[in-house]
């Protein structure tokens, strides 16, 4: 295996993956973002505030949880499960979301604007707009207004404008290329907030730094109880953001593997998954150059997942560079096994998890059982509150008065 590393080169690329490919209007903003970040990393006052915000705002550290009944159940590996579900707002975003915020403010942006597909990202943007008293607008796909209706209510709650895109298929692609017209047009007052790890440098660099502390935490978590690191961990991966914040601590830990599960939808076919390790290629897609689901002519493919938040059909950049050096194994998830899935982590531990990390669990749960003696960690990245109306529409069952 050749050696990998986490800093991307003066041109923002992990090998051969990321960079610019933005208009020369963006140019500028994404320097002057790139500087903004490497010098609040270096100024002790930013990093103190964050870290006191991340605390006592958002909830840090969060509990690394053992799935025992899971466990036994299963009859294999020895779970755990790190809580990122316990943060404000219900996910991992938060903690992107507060450090970025402290940029835009440090850069002197007086509006936010974001993308959001699951809507997770969007009411964490809105939380911290309301918190720090910034203008606040959210691109949404309109499926996936329709499929997330309870964000966009918290959205709207927290003061947002939340701007149903109704272009392409509707989701997370069309979002984002609102978004990115938007700061076109109004780069001098406005932060885009990006929700994932990809996207133009200094943008996946700078999400996973901010996502860091859940495997920097995971990990001494793990010496501490355990006083060894987990055999496996597993994450979702749509653009990456959470799965590239619980890998960072453990990638020179060669004896730990490092697992990322894609949204393996309906089937295998173009546009019926968002699998792109299996069915893509490398291509452009909004400024970053990566994994691309794609048909033979280049044209970006449109995709499917059960979860609004993973059918994004570019993969986060660094995310690629570990998955051609071997250090991370990334495989998919179908919608059923998803399901499936997230009813039983619901009945043997009562966690009800998002149907993004519900892909993770499928995939713990498929190896656990030919896993004995080994430690498993699932991150778990956010609570299912959100997929209420989509666990309904696929448990009708369970939505039915039970007969005395």
Not at 280 to 294: E, I, M, N
Request: charged residues 25%; aromatic residues 6%.
């Amino acid at each position: 295996m050749s050696t990998t590393t986490q800093t991307p080169d003066a041109g923002g690329h992990f090998g051969p993956y990321g960079g610019r490919y933005v208009p020369e209007t963006l140019m500028a903003p994404l320097e002057e973002l790139e500087r903004a970040f490497h010098e609040a990393q270096q100024d002790e006052g930013f990093r103190a505030e964050l870290k006191d915000l991340l605390a006592n705002f958002a909830g840090r550290p969060t509990p690394l949880y053992e799935a025992k009944r899971l466990s036994q159940t299963l009859g294999g590996a020895r779970i755990f499960i790190k809580r990122e579900d316990l943060l404000h707002t219900g996910a991992h975003k938060i903690n992107n979301c507060l450090g970025q915020i402290l940029l835009a403010r440090r850069m002197g942006k007086q509006r936010i604007i974001a993308e959001t597909g699951a809507g997770q990202h969007g009411v964490a943007t809105a939380t911290v707009c309301a918190l720090f008293g910034l203008e606040c607008v959210v691109y949404m796909g309109e499926e996936d207004m329709r499929r997330q209706r309870l964000n966009v209510f918290r959205m709207r709650m927290l003061g947002a404008r939340v701007v149903s895109v109704t272009s392409g298929s509707r989701t997370l692609k069309d979002a984002v290329s609102e978004a990115m017209r938007d700061w076109v047009t109004n780069v001098s007052s406005t932060h885009y907030l990006l929700g994932s790890a990809l996207g133009s440098h200094p943008y996946p660099m700078m999400v996973r730094e901010f996502h860091r502390c859940t495997g920097d935490e995971a990990r001494a978590q793990f010496l501490e109880r355990i006083g060894r690191l987990p055999d496996t961990i597993f994450a979702c991966v749509g653009g990456g953001s959470n799965a590239i914040g619980v890998f960072t601590a453990f990638i020179g830990d060669a004896g730990v593997k490092l697992v990322g599960v894609e949204a393996g939808g309906r089937s295998g076919q173009l546009g019926e998954h968002a699998a792109r390790f299996s069915g893509g290629s490398p291509g452009v897609l909004q400024g970053a150059y990566s994994y691309l689901l794609q048909n033979e002519d280049g044209q970006v493919s449109l995709t499917h997942s059960v979860s609004a938040g993973l059918d994004y059909a570019l993969v986060g950049p660094e995310h690629a560079w570990l998955h051609d050096q071997g250090r991370a194994e990334y495989v998919s998830a179908t919608d059923t096994a998803a399901l499936a899935a997230a009813k039983t982590l619901a009945r043997t531990e009562g966690i009800i998890p998002a149907l993004e990390s519900a892909h993770a669990v499928a995939e713990a749960l498929r190896r656990a059982p030919g896993a004995k003696d080994e430690v498993y960690l699932i991150n778990l990245s956010g609570r299912g509150d959100k997929d209420t109306d989509i666990y309904r529409e696929n448990f009708p069952e369970l939505d039915k008065d039970d007969a005395e």
